[in-house]
């Protein structure tokens, strides 16, 4: 007589839902559907949190409450339910979050950076390049913008130095973007531009100035891409936005630097009169203008949830800081750092390209591997992966959850 085993329900989750547990709920996220939810039911937590400590994606169903909440996650395509005999081993999904670059990463931190491997260059994909500004200045304007805000000075100096190191990080394979920061009048004769204009692809190149040295480049048939900032607050009078030719080409576009809401205003207006095609507005903090930050800028749970994000960018959101990550900015004392707002890493006159690069993986003022969940408030947030990665209003503001939520 053969005797049929009992047979128990197991429910698994799919691969491509993102589950994040923090204290008491777990969010559910769907990354097909784009649909959540959120669970708060304790034994069902508990579960999840076993299959992340133990890196498995299943369980089986012990009351008739779990089994309803499961089938209705099942119902919105979560997961699935299956019947298996209790002694069998379950079938083996990949659990949700299989993929580390943390091993990597604790590896290029111990390593002697002389042992790591020449693809380490690899790792660069964006360089800003300060020509005209020293590093430190404490203004809130210049923080954040020191080539808009920052006194123009006439003399060119530094880059030419090390020229040489620049040019290797300029050569690098994986790097598709080179922010050039002037913030002199005399903006054509520059000797560094104009090599690097001879050496390297000119789609690579973006050239940012202030509106009124954006006057004085009269270069209107070179192929740069030409980011112009427009502050309301500090060139507002109409001689200048007269004397500057908005339509004169294609590649030119205009940023306006907004600090409140009547700024926004009169932006719109401008873009009107002279009939601009091309511009983008970027809220400026200036110590008061928080409200403004909460309109534009906060998040807000609808906001995060109605974002269609997918498996690898929650993975990025995990691991690295995607707007910092491959980036090095260098300003003309030869300093350099991940992000302006943060100490310099070292003196690209001192350190060959390899040691640059292996500051920017493992100092701890490097930014590339700043993410939400290693910041207070926002680590023990269910949305920390589908949050975007902290940029610089953080930096500025001070806090790293800006947002709504509490
Ligand atoms: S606390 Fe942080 S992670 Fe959570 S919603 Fe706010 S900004 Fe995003």
Redesign the pocket.
Known sequence: MTIMKFRKEFFYFEPYVHINHQNDKALLYNTFTNKYEILNNKILLHQIQQNIQNHTNGFFLNSPLEKEICCELRNNYFGEIITINPDEVPPFVLPTEFLKVEKNKEFLETAPYRNISENIISCLFELDLYIDNPYQDDDIYCKQLPSVYFPTSEKEKGFTDFFSQIEVLCNSSNLNKINIFISRSNVENLHFLNELKNKLDHNKLVLHFNIENAINYTQIDDDLTKLVYYSISFHSTENKIKKFNFNRANNFKIVFLIEDEEQISIADEIVSTYKIIDYDYKPLFNGNNIDLFKDCVF?DEES?LSEKINKNQIFRNKEINAIDFGRIVIFNDGQYCTNNLLPPLGNVENDDVRQILNNCISSESSTWFLT?NNVS??KD?I??QL?PPISNYEHVIGK????N?S
Do not use: D, E, Q, W
């Open positions: 998040l995060i939400r408030i926002c947030c949305y920390n949050c790293f959850n800006l947002c939520i």
